[in-house]
């Protein structure tokens, strides 16, 4: 694993959370939009496939609570190793890429047509030297990769 892998498990994992998130709301939208008339019916297999529903959407909150878990503590220990960074412009340019996710340049946001400013924006570098003081810092990460896997 790469320092840049390394770094970016919490954005992989915050999306994966965002995943399931959505595949929950979906499998209630489709329960509420699907639930059965209980008056004059006896349940039977309209039951059934109501509680397997439920049991999958319990499954997937708990997958999801199990994904926050280990979010938190990966945020901690990707927080200590850029810490532990001499140099205080590459800890920035760290903590604002891997742990707030800011985009490396600004952009307008075609939603909002709002500028989101970027991390060179916001440090007041040229883009190329973000980039530049971004691979000094990789190359400054010290971490046993091998052990974070997830």
Do not use: C
């Amino acid at each position: 694993m790469t320092a840049k892998e390394y770094l970016s498990q919490a954005y992989v994992i915050e999306r994966r959370i965002g995943i399931i998130r959505r595949k929950v709301q979906a499998l209630r939208s489709a329960l509420e939009y699907k639930s059965p008339n209980l008056q004059g019916s006896s349940g039977g297999a309209a039951g059934d496939r109501m509680s397997e529903s439920v049991a999958k959407i319990i499954e997937y909150e708990q997958r999801a609570e199990s994904l926050v878990g280990i979010l938190i503590d990966r945020r901690m220990e990707i927080e200590e190793s850029i810490n532990a960074l001499a140099d205080p412009v590459q800890r920035e340019i760290l903590e604002r890429r891997y742990l707030l996710y800011e985009p490396w340049e600004g952009h307008f946001d075609e939603n909002t047509g709002e500028y989101i400013k970027g991390i060179a924006d916001s440090m007041e570098y040229t883009p190329r030297r973000i980039y530049q003081i971004h691979g000094e810092a990789l190359k400054n990460i010290s971490v046993n990769f091998s052990e974070f896997q997830f």
